[in-house]
């Protein structure tokens, strides 16, 4: 007798996801803010591909980073989306448009871009590596990012999530938690796990209340940002990637 198939829940997960795009749409960015760019409109067709392909069917993890970087998610739509990886590993294609307004230092050329998002690279490498590829990975985890814009200074500076004034991050964070809890109640992960600092408190701030309630929520760990800027990551962030996710019970 087959095993039953599991449910496709990738119809409900674009739906919630378009929600957020039209919502962040809406909100409005001032200075230091000169540029945003949303992927999820640009780059929809390969973020809708990578959704229906590789995350279609409830999860055991859910692994959240904070946005896309400009070299990566912003190219591809696919999060720590390095141009390699989602070609070679996660085996997407198709065309990327252009945000309306760009940045002349900051191009989007799609899966073109001869950039490489070091993120990218160490994180799907790493899971490629020790999971038997993207089939295997794919399994049990899914990879997402709490925020899907990209914010650039006049001088082409990323500007990440965290570094937007209170006054004009709460319309934009409001959106991400309440599709993030659409995508949790979705997938029923066992584990969320916070790549990087920001991910993991938002993770805290939105399911610490839930377990103070008496309900249910998945347990919460953190990975280590693979990002070029942290000292730590540079220093191995593969072995530190796999001791944190031992060590806190998420791999065993």
Known sequence: M?????PDISDAVLAATL????????CRFPAPVAYVYNPLDYAWPLHEQYVRRWGATERRVLLLGMNPGPWGMAQTGVPFGEVAAVRDILGLTGEVTRPVREHPKRMVEGLACARSEVSGRRLWGFFSHQCGGSGGFHLEHFVLNYCPLV????SARNLTPDKLPAGISAPLFAACDHWLRQIVDLYHPEWVVGVGGFARKKLDGLFAGTEAAGRTAPRRATLLHPSPASPAANRGWEAAALAQLREQGVWR
């Open 151 to 154: 914010f650039m200074e006049e």
């Open 2 to 6: 087959s095993a039953k198939k599991a």
């Open 19 to 26: 929600e957020l795009r039209d919502a962040v749409n809406r």
